[in-house]
């Protein structure tokens, strides 16, 4: 089933975000301006688009693996989310834990986006959970 996904270019520079290959799960988000990433600092990377989602969906924001890789940058609220009903500009929070600066640059792919379902949930406060075989084991509980 396909769904369609509405991107309204808010901005001149802005560019549709992009799929490099038929089948890949992320689609590129790209800047739409010039921006220094001082290292071990945060900034907020401007898109230029809004979108509107499908119903029962979200938006996840995730970082870009090259990016990474090469320059330790990341998306900082890996994965960040935008919200069904969200209809301002995305705008990415990119971290350099590298060693030197960062130099972000006009449509320079910067972000990956992810449309995933949201389950409707009803919450059901309870004193008592089913027991599992991992039960209450917590970090490192599973082994090497």
């Given amino acids: 089933m396909e769904y369609n996904l ?3 270019l808010i901005h001149d520079e802005a560019k549709l975000p992009y799929r490099a290959n038929e089948g890949d799960a992320g ?3 790209f800047s739409i301006e010039e921006k220094i990433i001082h290292t071990g600092e945060a900034e907020l990377v401007r ?7 499908p119903k029962g969906t979200e938006a996840q924001i995730r970082p870009r693996s090259g990016l990474a890789l090469k320059h330790s ?5 890996s994965p960040g989310t935008i919200d069904e009903g969200y ?3 995305i705008k990415i929070i990119l971290i350099n ?3 030197k ?3 972000v640059e006009k449509h320079m792919r910067i972000a990956q986006m992810i449309i995933a379902p949201v389950l409707p949930v009803n919450l059901e406060q309870t004193e008592v959970l089913s027991n599992t075989k ?3 084991g917590g970090f490192g509980s599973s082994g090497k």
């Avoid at 898109?47 to 989602?53: H, K, P, S, Y």
């Avoid at 940058?73 to 609220?77: A, E, R, S």
């Fill in 134 to 136: 991992r039960d209450k």
């Fill in 97 to 99: 834990h590298g060693k």
């Fill in 101 to 103: 600066d960062f130099k």
């Fill in 27 to 29: 689609m590129d988000l």
């Fill in 73 to 77: 940058i990341t998306v900082l609220n």
């Fill in 87 to 89: 209809r301002g500009e």
């Fill in 47 to 53: 898109t230029g688009i809004q979108i509107e989602l």
């Fill in 6 to 8: 509405k991107v309204n």
